[in-house]
């Protein structure tokens, strides 16, 4: 029903920001909730970020609290990561998801649809 592209990942140094974008296209009005995740090799996939785009509730991992931000272009139906103080262990491939809401909420278990996947490697 909706297709996703990430972008904006690369490599950057320790300290360094760095901005993800998930650009939507398809039937993008029947998902309510967009999300970021992220994984590296051996580990489960964990969420990073999530908002809930009908009301513009944001929810984010403890790991990431006060470093990233997720926020949402309606008009040209865009979610970004705004990535600041990056470390190394911020480095994993990054997907774009989106998915249904639960109530007004979006848990982690709601979504079903995922981009190809977009790699941050942060440096020391």
């Known amino acids: 029903q909706v297709q996703l592209v990430e972008s904006g990942g690369g490599s950057v140094q320790t300290g360094g920001s760095l901005r993800l974008s998930c650009a939507a296209s398809?039937?993008?009005?029947?998902?309510?909730?967009m999300g970021w995740f992220r994984q590296v090799p051996g580990k489960e996939r964990e969420g990073v970020a999530t908002?809930?785009?009908?009301?513009?509730?944001?929810s984010y991992a403890d790991s990431v609290k006060g470093r990233f931000t997720i926020s949402q272009d309606n008009a040209k139906n865009t979610v970004y990561l705004q990535m600041n103080s990056l470390n190394p262990e911020d480095t994993a491939m990054y997907y774009c998801?989106?998915?249904?809401?639960?109530?007004?909420?979006?848990?982690?278990?709601?979504?079903?649809?995922w981009g190809q996947g977009t790699l941050v490697t942060v440096s020391s």
């Open positions: 398809g039937y993008t009005y029947s998902s309510d909730c």
């Open positions: 998801a989106a998915g249904h809401p639960w109530g007004r909420a979006c848990p982690l278990n709601r979504f079903n649809t």
């Open positions: 908002i809930y785009t009908g009301g513009g509730t944001t």
